[in-house]
């Protein structure tokens, strides 16, 4: 159990780092002047929302099996990979007006 607990950490602390909730939180916390309140709502949501992602995580396990899950997250996070670096060339016309 350690060793997933840490692989999980570190997946999650690193994912974390830079990503928009973090700037939302700096961003609450420098303009709020109470910091603590911020840090309890902020890890409170985060909680919340890992706390669903697993809920759903085994649920989702319970009816599929384990190979299909591993393919479909991977094609998700490839396509996801790929839509970030060809640009959208919708996106591109409209920028331009």
Known sequence: MLPLLIST??????????????IATVS????SKRPLAVFI???AALVLASLIGVIAG??????????YLKLISAFGLLGIGLRLIWPNKSNEVISEV
């Open 9 to 22: 950490f570190t997946t999650i602390f690193l994912a974390e780092l830079g990503d928009k909730t973090q």
């Open 28 to 31: 609450l916390s420098g303009t």
């Open 58 to 67: 085994g649920a989702i396990a319970r009816v599929v099996p384990d190979n």
């Open 41 to 43: 709502g902020s890890s």
